[in-house]
């Protein structure tokens, strides 16, 4: 039996070393890992952080917990000794011997069994905080917000920091005083004897003076939690609105004051019970408290609300309406919103080269089938992978563009299985390659996107080229590889072979040492590493490739958006990713919340830049303004940069995030509304309008859109949304935040006139379904076993007048690739629908003889267009004209002439179809 208890110990042993040396390696890996990229002071910090956290916490609540049950065993034995002389205690013949029990407690392996329960509780409540560091940095190293809550009169970061801490104070000594009193609770129940059921349970104890002074704690933390809940009202969702409101104030916070009182004298009565010695006065105080807490809590403040709020609801709530107003709009940025009015005289000269740069960039292609058409015809290879579509704008030869980005990142899982093997999974395809970039405006003839960057290795159409285009740091690089190796890495296909390559990098951790190589070999579980003859002193692991995962390990405290998009640096042609992280938190008082987890506060406090290349990774504060990222600034010195320290090339293309965008308007859908009794009555709610996408509707979502603002005198990129007004159809206002350079983060918002009705988008979609000619299109293309795929309807104000644009593609149900077929443009009450956005324009506004300012490079009106006829004899005449030229053409060997013939006669039959169609 000793020799069996003597193994177990030694595996128990063996074990705690493994796991001990296992968690040692990998934090020398991760440290390795920060180290890597210059931040290991990152990595020192929270390690430091945790760990102080854990130790301190851990010895406080073992010692708290080892003196409480050292006392128990103190103050444990045979039960009927302090009972011998009392005469109305009844004891049954068993009661005079010591129990098993007894014997234990008293006996030499009890403390150790103390010791060791004592560890277990401190290690249950050091593990569950540990990771919680963050808060006690934060109210360290706190920023005040300089503005004050309008109840408690207390700045704003009394409750992002010092709330939280005292909350974590609470929480800590809370749960180890219940854990220590059902322990202590339970060894007392076991060494009670029957006197307990028989006797005078009345009498005071040793014992129950213990379990008294434990109770006494419990009702002092308790009042400490009242207190910190009286705050929480300024966050209370049970109101008219977000926030303290009348009921909140004249009763629940009169209740929370009274507990406090309460609960404190409850303590003081437990505590002098040990002298006084009448249980009973302890039982009764407790009983009364769970009374005294449903009035208070429950009866009370539904009273008040039926019978003095309700009745007299706006005169009660007026001023707590205006201060949920008045905090909303300061938590989201919408008190910075500048209005402005637009009116409307539909009196637009199309040919204003000052709106060429507006027309000219007019999004035609849509993420969604143009992400299916780069799959196609641009990632060439099985292994390569477009993950999405970015937009962004550029420079190009010479002027400002805007244009659709995708990253060709490489995905070794989609080789052939009998490929996917170690060495070219770790060693050879370790990164994508290049990328696509096309124009949002420009259709090629069969119905493509025009490519200004495209094919392996990159071609250029434009100015606008990259130098450096493999992808080690993407979305989709989720594994690690090894780099400069004896195996040489797969670089790009060339036609029936490839081409090699070698990382020149500095950033990765380098396997100079057969230490180091155990170490990953055990860390990432692959134990080739150590085996792998192609690993050198050179070579170098490269881990943590995902940008998003990147981001996370070094500043695990921030949000951050889904979706980053990529930079094309115009000075060394290197690719860059940028990254919005946020700050948030769920305790700006009266603020609405914006998600189902009560966050009512979010900043796009900072912009990260990931080097695709080399994975060095960057932060720049982009919220000055900010003071969580100002507190954070304060607890990691060097990490978060000035956004002025960006090189110019890539703050050029800062964005301002969509998904914050997003959110501001749904907040702005209400609180909008800053007069009181407007907002109390909603009598002027917005709405984000709904689109058919696909052939499906779907509310509308913002888009980044080149235009010249009123009364500005250039263009400039923007994000916009439109608004509608509840339970009407028609179009109220439009968003925008403005985003070049320094007018970046400037909300405007435009009104239109109430006394004029402006198409919302939903009666644009309709006036779409309702339009004989091309709803009948529609209808026929879907009989012809193509499907129809809508796309976002843009409004697009221009000259003090909205124009909409929408695109169809068109994909055969064999699964081909979308087409750009069709746009339809609407101006007024015109509604039209041609092969191209110039063609769209001219029939909008009349053949002037000239293009549209926005008419495409290249792009010849006259050839797309035929002239116009729905007579069926004049139209088979064109028809004929034009293929009799053609083959013409095609006998003399003029093949550029019989293609513009054929182009035509392609028109002419098309417009045949429409007017037989009619």
């Given at each position: 039996?000793?020799?069996?208890?003597?193994?177990?110990?030694?595996?128990?042993?063996?074990?705690?070393?493994?796991?001990?040396?296992?968690?040692?390696?990998?934090?020398?890996?991760?440290?390795?890992?920060?180290?890597?990229?210059?931040?290991?002071?990152?990595?020192?910090?929270?390690?430091?952080?945790?760990?102080?956290?854990?130790?301190?916490?851990?010895?406080?609540?073992?010692?708290?917990?080892?003196?409480?049950?050292?006392?128990?065993?103190?103050?444990?034995?045979?039960?009927?000794?302090?009972?011998?002389?009392?005469?109305?205690?009844?004891?049954?013949?068993?009661?005079?011997?010591?129990?098993?029990?007894?014997?234990?407690?008293?006996?030499?392996?009890?403390?150790?069994?103390?010791?060791?329960?004592?560890?277990?509780?401190?290690?249950?409540i050091s593990s569950s905080v540990a990771d919680k560091w963050i808060i006690i940095q934060q109210y360290l190293n706190q920023v005040p917000f300089n503005v004050t809550d309008p109840i408690f009169k207390k700045d704003l970061s009394f409750y992002f920091f010092d709330l939280a801490f005292y909350q974590f104070i609470y929480g800590i000594l809370m749960s180890s005083l219940v854990l220590i009193t059902l322990v202590a609770g339970t060894i007392y129940l076991f060494n009670a004897s029957s006197n307990l059921l028989f006797g005078d349970w009345r009498q005071f104890t040793v014992a129950k003076g213990h379990m008294a002074l434990l109770f006494a704690a419990i009702f002092i933390l308790q009042a400490f939690k009242y207190k910190l809940a009286s705050y929480e009202i300024l966050f209370s969702p049970d109101g008219i609105v977000f926030g303290a409101t009348y009921t909140d104030v004249y009763a629940r916070l009169v209740s929370y004051k009274a507990l406090i009182i309460i609960s404190l004298i409850i303590a003081l009565v437990i505590l002098l019970n040990i002298f006084i010695k009448r249980v009973n006065w302890i039982v009764g105080s407790i009983g009364l408290w769970l009374l005294i807490v449903l009035v208070l809590s429950g009866i009370y403040p539904g009273l008040l609300q039926k019978f003095i709020v309700q009745p007299n609801e706006f005169s009660k709530e007026k001023k707590y309406i205006e201060n949920a107003i008045k905090y909303t709009r300061q938590a989201y940025g919408l008190d910075r919103a500048e209005n402005k009015y637009f009116d409307i005289n539909y009196q637009i000269d199309i040919g204003d080269e000052k709106d060429a740069p507006t027309i000219n960039n007019i999004r035609l292609w849509d993420w969604q089938p143009l992400l299916t058409t780069y799959k196609s015809l641009q990632e060439l290879r099985p292994y390569y992978v477009f993950n999405d579509v970015d937009i962004?704008?550029?420079?190009?030869?010479?002027?400002?563009?805007?244009?659709?980005?995708?990253?060709?990142?490489?995905?070794?899982?989609?080789?052939?299985?009998?490929?996917?093997?170690?060495?070219?999974?770790?060693?050879?395809?370790?990164?994508?390659?290049?990328?696509?970039?096309?124009?949002?405006?420009?259709?090629?003839?069969?119905?493509?996107?025009?490519?200004?960057?495209?094919?392996?290795?990159?071609?250029?159409?434009?100015?606008?080229?990259?130098?450096?285009?493999?992808?080690?740091?993407?979305?989709?690089?989720?594994?690690?590889?090894?780099?400069?190796?004896?195996?040489?890495?797969?670089?790009?296909?060339?036609?029936?072979?490839?081409?090699?390559?070698?990382?020149?990098?500095?950033?990765?951790?380098?396997?100079?040492?057969?230490?180091?190589?155990?170490?990953?070999?055990?860390?990432?579980?692959?134990?080739?590493?150590?085996?792998?003859?192609?690993?050198?002193?050179?070579?170098?692991?490269?881990?943590?490739?995902?940008?998003?995962?990147?981001?996370?390990?070094?500043?695990?405290?921030?949000?951050?958006?889904?979706?980053?998009?990529?930079?094309?640096?115009?000075?060394?042609?290197?690719?860059?990713?940028?990254?919005?992280?946020?700050?948030?938190?769920?305790?700006?008082?009266?603020?609405?919340?914006?998600?189902?987890?009560?966050?009512?506060?979010?900043?796009?406090?900072?912009?990260?830049?990931?080097?695709?290349?080399?994975?060095?990774?960057?932060?720049?504060?982009?919220?000055?303004?900010?003071?969580?990222?100002?507190?954070?600034?304060?607890?990691?010195?060097?990490?978060?940069?000035?956004?002025?320290?960006?090189?110019?090339?890539?703050?050029?293309?800062?964005?301002?995030?969509?998904?914050?965008?997003?959110?501001?308007?749904?907040?702005?859908?209400?609180?909008?509304?800053?007069?009181?009794?407007?907002?109390?009555?909603?009598?002027?709610?917005?709405?984000?309008?709904?689109?058919?996408?696909?052939?499906?509707?779907?509310?509308?979502?913002?888009?980044?859109?080149?235009?010249?603002?009123?009364?500005?005198?250039?263009?400039?990129?923007?994000?916009?949304?439109?608004?509608?007004?509840?339970?009407?159809?028609?179009?109220?206002?439009?968003?925008?935040?403005?985003?070049?350079?320094?007018?970046?983060?400037?909300?405007?918002?435009?009104?239109f006139p109430k006394h004029e009705t402006i198409y919302g988008p939903n009666q644009l979609e309709s006036r779409i379904n309702q339009d004989t000619y091309i709803s009948q299109q529609i209808s026929l293309w879907d009989q012809r076993g193509s499907n129809v795929y809508r796309g976002n309807l843009l409004v697009i104000p221009i000259q003090n007048s909205i124009l909409y644009v929408e695109p169809l593609y068109l994909q055969a149900e064999n699964g081909k690739i979308p087409e750009l077929k069709r746009v339809i443009a609407a101006f007024e009450n015109k509604i039209v629908m041609e092969p191209t956005l110039d063609a769209a324009l001219i029939k909008l506004f009349g053949e002037t003889g000239a293009k549209p300012p926005g008419t495409a490079p290249g792009a010849d009106v006259n050839v797309e267009i035929p002239v116009v006829s729905d007579d069926l004899k004049e139209l088979a005449k064109q028809a004929r004209q034009y293929y009799d030229r053609a083959n013409q053409l095609l006998q003399e060997g003029d093949w550029a002439g019989y293609g513009e013939n054929i182009k035509k006669l392609d028109e002419v039959i098309r417009q045949m179809e429409e007017a037989a169609a009619r």
């Open positions: 039996m000793a020799r069996n208890n003597r193994s177990t110990l030694r595996l128990i042993v063996f074990l705690l070393i493994l796991g001990g040396l296992s968690l040692f390696l990998h934090f020398y890996a991760d440290w390795l890992w920060f180290k890597s990229i210059n931040f290991e002071q990152v990595f020192t910090t929270i390690l430091l952080n945790k760990v102080v956290l854990y130790t301190v916490v851990f010895i406080g609540v073992f010692l708290l917990s080892y003196i409480n049950l050292i006392f128990t065993r103190k103050n444990i034995g045979p039960a009927y000794e302090e009972f011998d002389d009392d005469p109305t205690v009844i004891y049954l013949d068993e009661e005079r011997q010591k129990s098993p029990w007894q014997e234990f407690l008293k006996g030499k392996y009890a403390n150790w069994v103390f010791i060791g329960i004592s560890l277990f509780i401190a290690f249950i962004d704008r550029y420079v190009i030869d010479g002027q400002y563009r805007q244009v659709m980005l995708a990253v060709r990142e490489i995905s070794p899982g989609e080789l052939p299985e009998n490929a996917r093997t170690w060495i070219n999974e770790r060693l050879m395809y370790t990164h994508g390659y290049g990328l696509v970039v096309s124009p949002v405006n420009e259709v090629e003839e069969e119905g493509f996107p025009r490519f200004f960057i495209k094919d392996i290795p990159p071609a250029f159409t434009t100015d606008l080229k990259v130098k450096r285009p493999e992808i080690y740091f993407g979305e989709l690089t989720d594994s690690y590889v090894i780099v400069n190796t004896e195996q040489k890495e797969f670089d790009y296909p060339m036609g029936e072979k490839n081409v090699y390559c070698f990382y020149s990098g500095k950033n990765g951790i380098k396997l100079d040492s057969i230490t180091k190589k155990l170490m990953f070999a055990w860390v990432l579980k692959d134990y080739k590493i150590l085996l792998s003859s192609d690993i050198t002193e050179e070579s170098q692991i490269l881990m943590n490739r995902n940008i998003i995962e990147r981001a996370k390990k070094i500043a695990p405290y921030l949000e951050f958006d889904e979706d980053p998009y990529i930079i094309i640096n115009t000075t060394d042609g290197r690719l860059y990713w940028m990254i919005d992280a946020y700050t948030y938190s769920e305790k700006y008082p009266y603020s609405q919340p914006f998600d189902s987890e009560g966050n009512n506060y979010i900043r796009n406090a900072v912009k990260i830049v990931v080097d695709a290349y080399t994975g060095q990774i960057d932060f720049y504060i982009a919220d000055k303004s900010d003071p969580i990222i100002k507190t954070y600034s304060k607890i990691f010195p060097g990490v978060f940069k000035p956004i002025e320290a960006m090189p110019k090339e890539l703050k050029s293309h800062v964005r301002y995030p969509s998904r914050l965008f997003t959110i501001q308007a749904k907040m702005y859908q209400t609180f909008h509304m800053t007069d009181p009794n407007v907002f109390y009555n909603k009598e002027d709610i917005w709405l984000i309008p709904t689109e058919i996408v696909g052939n499906k509707p779907v509310e509308m979502e913002p888009y980044y859109i080149i235009m010249r603002l009123p009364e500005e005198a250039k263009e400039e990129y923007i994000l916009m949304l439109p608004f509608t007004p509840k339970n009407r159809p028609n179009m109220v206002a439009w968003m925008c935040m403005r985003i070049d350079g320094e007018n970046y983060g400037k909300m405007l918002v435009y009104n």
